[in-house]
């Protein structure tokens, strides 16, 4: 039996100046199905989330979007 390595994908986030952002865009993506893991890099305006398989974009442009802020086109 093979093991199954996690899906990382990065994405661009506009929007994000502070803290307080990072816990807003790491909540909402954090409570999709799937997702182990998010890191923010708020210098770079991006979101890096780990998963157990890839995430449709319009789940997580969903979830920035119920954050606050928008998702860049396309993946960073």
């Not at 990065?10 to 998010?38: F, K, N, Q």
């Not at 920035?64 to 860049?72: F, H, K, P, T």
């Amino acid at each position: 039996m093979t093991e199954q390595r996690p899906v990382v994908q990065t994405y661009a986030v506009t929007g994000m100046t502070c803290e307080h952002c990072v816990r807003a865009v790491t909540e909402e993506l954090s409570a999709l199905p799937g997702v182990d893991e998010v890191r923010i890099d708020l210098a770079r305006g991006t979101a890096t989330v780990t998963s157990a398989a890839p995430l449709p974009v319009e789940s997580v442009r969903a979830a920035v979007d119920e954050a606050g802020y928008e998702l860049a086109a396309g993946i960073a």
